[in-house]
C-alpha cells in the first residue's frame, strides 16, 4: 500500500527520523515540504508510535480518477464501505496544496446522498487543514468516521485517507503532566527527545540497548527512552536536585505506563570528567540536550567567551564519552546556535581530537536546525558516531 507520512513542524527532523528508523523507506517523495509518500506494508498505527516527528499518517486512496467529478463519487462510496459498520457517516476534508479542491467537502456530501440514505455530517472547518485535536475528537479514522486529504503531485492529485494520528493527549500527559519538570533550567519537548533517541537508535532495538544522557536535566531523554523500551538507561547531571527530579519521573513513568523491564541509573557527575560509574564500552548510544548556557534576556546573545566554554565544555564531554561508549555508538546532541544574526557553534572544534565523525542525518544534509519562531537560540541537531 502506498502511505502518506505526514511530517510536524520540523519536516526535514522528521523525515531524517523516519529514515534512520526505516531506511528501506528512502525511495519515496515529499510533496508540499512535510508530506512524504512511499510503498511501504507495515501497520500506520504501529509505524506512529514509533515515531516523533509524525503527527498523521495516511493511506492513499486506490484508482481514483482524475477527472473531479468521477474523483468525488468515487470518495463518496469509499467513505459510505469505510463507515459500513455505522448508522450516522461522518467524514471531513483537509486541503494542502490543491485549492481546486475547496468545494469537494460539500460535492462529497451530496454525492453520499445520492448513493444513500444513511444520514451524513460532514466536519466543516475554517481552515483548510483539520488539526489533530478535531479529527481525534471527531472520530475521523474508520471505522467512526473519515478524514479525506488532497494532495497535489506534480500535477495528478492524490487523495489520502487519515489512517492513524499522533495522540495528542498523550503528549501534552508527558511534557505537563509528569513530575520534576523544571522549566527554568531548560526543558526538551518530549517529542524532540524521542525524535534524537531514534536519530541515534536507527534499526537497533531498543530492548537490548543501552542509551546515556549525560546532562539529564529532568529526565525527558531518560523517560521516552524507558517509554521506547530501552533495556538500561542511564543518565547523569552536575545537579544533585535534576538527578533527584530524573529518577522522579522515572518513577512516575514506570509506574504510569508499567514499565518493569527496564534498568535504571542516574547519578551525580559532571559530563566534562570522565564517568567512572558507568562501565567501560557499555553505553550504545547517547542523546543529550547539553547545558545551552545562561537564560538569555531579550535582545541579549552569549558572548565570544562564553560560547567557547560552551564549545570545550562539548568536546571535554565527547572526550570524557569516549571510554564508555561502544564502538559504532552514536551520539546524538542538540547543541545551542545564535538565530539572528545566524551563528552556529564551530563543530570541528566541539569534535576536535575526539574518536567521533559526524554522521549526516540526510544525504543531503549534515546537520539540521531546530527552531521555534519565537526563540532566540535554537539547536543544532548534530549526530556524531564513534569510529
Ligand atoms: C538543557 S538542560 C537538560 C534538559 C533535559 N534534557 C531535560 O529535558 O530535562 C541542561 C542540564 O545540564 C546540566 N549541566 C550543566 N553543566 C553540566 C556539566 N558540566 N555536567 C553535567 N551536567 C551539567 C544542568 O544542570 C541542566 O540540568
Request: hydrophobic share 40%; aromatic share 8%; with cysteine.
Amino acid at each position: 500500500m502506498k502511505l502518506v507520512f505526514q511530517f510536524g513542524s520540523q519536516p526535514e527532523l522528521s523525515r531524517a527520523e523516519l529514515l534512520s528508523r526505516f531506511p528501506k523507506l528512502a525511495n519515496g517523495r515529499l510533496v508540499a515540504a512535510r508530506f512524504y509518500i512511499v510503498d511501504c506494508d507495515e501497520s500506520p498505527e504501529w509505524l506512529l508510535q514509533q515515531l516523533g516527528g509524525v503527527v498523521k499518517i495516511l493511506e492513499v486512496v486506490d484508482g481514483i480518477s482524475q477527472k473531479p467529478d468521477e474523483m468525488i463519487v468515487h470518495l463518496a462510496d469509499h467513505i459510505l464501505k469505510q463507515t459500513i459498520e455505522k448508522p450516522k457517516v461522518v467524514f471531513g476534508v483537509s486541503i494542502i496544496n490543491a485549492p481546486e479542491f475547496k468545494g469537494a467537502g460539500l460535492a462529497i456530501k451530496r454525492a453520499i446522498q445520492e448513493l444513500s440514505d444513511r444520514s451524513v455530517r460532514f466536519v466543516v472547518s475554517r481552515d483548510p487543514e483539520l488539526s489533530s485535536a478535531t479529527v481525534t475528537l471527531e472520530g475521523l479514522i474508520a471505522p467512526r468516521g473519515v478524514e479525506i486529504t488532497f494532495l497535489k503531485d506534480s500535477s495528478q492529485i492524490i487523495a489520502a485517507q487519515t489512517a492513524a494520528i499522533q495522540a495528542f493527549d498523550e503528549w501534552s500527559f508527558r511534557d505537563y503532566g509528569r513530575p520534576g519538570r523544571d522549566a527554568k533550567r531548560g526543558m526538551l519537548p518530549p517529542k524532540l527527545a524521542k525524535i534524537m533517541i531514534n536519530l541515534a537508535l536507527g534499526t537497533a532495538e531498543p530492548e537490548k540497548m543501552a542509551i546515556y544522557d549525560p546532562f539529564c536535566g529532568s529526565g525527558t531523554v531518560l523517560t521516552e527512552a524507558a517509554l521506547m523500551g530501552f533495556g538500561r538507561v542511564f543518565g547523569s547531571d552536575i545537579l544533585k536536585q535534576a538527578v533527584d527530579d530524573s529518577k522522579e519521573s522515572l518513577v512516575w513513568a514506570k509506574k504510569q505506563f508499567g514499565l518493569d523491564d527496564t534498568e535504571f541509573d542516574v547519578f551525580k557527575h559532571d559530563a566534562s570528567q570522565s564517568a567512572q560509574h558507568v562501565k567501560p564500552a557499555s553505553i550504545d548510544f547517547v542523546a543529550s540536550e547539553p547545558f545551552l548556557g545562561r537564560p538569555l534576556k531579550k535582545g541579549e546573545q552569549l558572548s565570544p567567551v562564553e560560547k567557547q566554554q560552551l564549545v570545550s565544555l562539548y568536546n571535554k564531554t565527547i572526550r570524557a564519552l569516549d571510554g564508555v561508549i561502544k564502538p559504532g555508538g552514536r551520539l546524538v546532541f542538540s547543541f545551542p546556535f545564535q538565530v539572528a544574526p545566524r551563528e552556529l557553534l564551530p563543530l570541528h572544534e566541539i569534535i576536535a581530537d575526539t574518536n567521533f565523525t559526524v554522521d549526516p542525518l540526510l544525504p543531503e544534509q549534515k546537520t539540521i536546525l531546530y527552531m521555534r519562531a519565537d526563540q532566540r537560540t535554537g539547536r543544532q541537531i548534530v549526530r556524531l558516531v564513534r569510529k
